[in-house]
Antibody, heavy 122, light 106 residues
Framework: EVHLVESGGNLVKPGGSLRLSCAAS????????MNWVRQVPGRGLEWVAS????????YYADSVKGRFTISRDNAKNSLYLQMNSLRVEDTALYYC???????????????WGQGTVVTVSS | DIQMTQSPSTLSASVGDRVTITCRAS??????LAWYQQSPGKAPKLLIH???TLASGVPSRFSGSGSGTEFTLTISSLQPDDFATYYC?????????FGQGTKVEL
């Protein structure tokens, strides 16, 4: 069974940094591209970043480009999101998500974790 | 990026009602359109992909249709578990975008 567990969310001041982690199990982690999606409380969903299985291809939403860095450690079955220069508008529930199939062309998000909360406030 | 606009934002309905939610895209793309259901405190759950293909285990009262820039999600007979928020999403590329959501309430 696919299992995704996010951690690392916390309260941080504007301009601060935070590193989120996603522990994956139940599948061959290195075969799948992985993704971060966030949800502002009471609002909609926003795709944040994606990384291919080999880390050779990385994509970011314009809203986080230059401030966030997605990475992965296939030996540890873990996905990360380094968040720098945090803004109040980055406050959200951050989900780790896996597509329905293996390979870099698989874009449909099927499996989601339960999320970790990031609050940016002074 | 492709912008996705859902309507309505909120929909009041009763058990047994037929419900339709519309999603419009800012530019045309193929059939890479998905619908998700989200209940309070839960992660999104995939309902439909490739515009009209039901995800595994999803009841047949859910259906999807559309092409180009206009897509719809229909629930033929609303059940108590269906009161939730629904999101469309295009996955035409890695730069995926979601609609703003439609809350189906009693």
């Amino acid at each position: 069974e696919v299992h995704l567990v996010e951690s690392g969310g916390n309260l941080v001041k504007p301009g601060g940094s935070l590193r989120l982690s996603c522990a994956a199990s139940g599948f061959t982690f290195s075969d799948y591209n992985m993704n971060w999606v966030r949800q502002v409380p009471g609002r909609g969903l926003e795709w944040v970043a994606s990384i291919s299985g080999s880390s050779s291809h990385i994509y970011y939403a314009d809203s986080v480009k230059g401030r966030f860095t997605i990475s992965r450690d296939n030996a540890k079955n873990s996905l990360y999101l380094q968040m720098n220069s945090l803004r109040v508008e980055d406050t959200a529930l951050y989900y780790c998500a896996r597509p329905d199939c293996s390979g870099d062309d698989c874009l449909l998000l099927l499996y989601w974790g339960q999320g970790t909360v990031v609050t940016v406030s002074s | 990026d492709i912008q996705m606009t859902q309507s309505p934002s909120t929909l009041s309905a009763s058990v047994g009602d037929r419900v339709t939610i519309t999603c419009r895209a800012s530019q045309s793309f193929s059939t890479w359109l998905a619908w998700y259901q989200q209940s309070p405190g839960k992660a999104p759950k995939l309902l439909i992909h490739l515009t009209s293909t039901l995800a595994s285990g999803v009841p047949s009262r859910f259906s999807g249709s559309g092409s180009g820039t206009e897509f719809t999600l229909t629930i033929s007979s609303l059940q108590p578990d269906d009161f939730a928020t629904y999101y469309c999403q295009q996955y035409n590329s890695y730069y995926r975008t979601f609609g703003q959501g439609t809350k189906v309430e009693l």
